[in-house]
């Protein structure tokens, strides 16, 4: 079995299904990707978020687990590691009787995304998870993201 990449259709489709999304390689740091994603899907969405990092504790309120085999229901797992941690991390996640795994912005394994499938699991590779949701959820536009802090309306200050 070979992996083809989804399509939007279906990138949707498993976003609608997902119930919880676990982020592998979770991080503290601000400045980091995953934080960016975990507050985004924390605030943002109705997935129940856990959190991977054998170095942390706790992490936006929301307990860290050590390992993937210790999170209580794994759906969709997010991956934010280095490519050479991926084939281990894909182990884990087809061991763990995850439905999808999900490599980040940046992250493409083809052998990785080969054994996923042939386990069963959908594969999206090279999307970031918060970008995908808010495309779908609205919440991204052609001119960009949709916070409603800019708009062409004049302010009243009267």
Not at 19 to 36: D, H, K, L, Q, Y
Not at 134 to 143: S, T
Request: hydrophobic share 40%.
């Amino acid at each position: 079995m070979s992996w083809t990449e989804p399509t939007a259709r279906e990138r949707r489709g498993l976003l609608t299904r997902t119930e919880s999304v676990t982020i592998v390689g979770a991080s503290a740091n601000p400045a980091r990707p995953s934080f960016f994603v975990a507050s985004y899907l924390l605030s943002s969405s109705r997935y129940r978020v856990h959190f991977v990092n054998p170095r942390l504790d706790e992490l936006l309120g929301q307990p860290v687990y050590p390992s993937l085999a210790e999170v209580p229901d794994v759906d969709l797992v997010s991956v934010f590691r280095k490519h050479d941690d991926l084939p281990g991390v894909a182990e884990e996640v087809i061991e763990a009787g995850a439905r999808t795994l999900w490599l980040q912005l940046g992250l493409w394994h083809e052998p990785v995304a080969d054994r996923s499938v042939g386990a069963g699991l959908d594969v999206v590779m090279n999307r970031c998870v918060k970008i995908e949701h808010a495309r779908f959820a609205g919440g991204l536009h052609l001119a960009g993201f949709d916070t409603g802090v800019i708009s062409s309306k004049r302010a009243d200050f009267a």
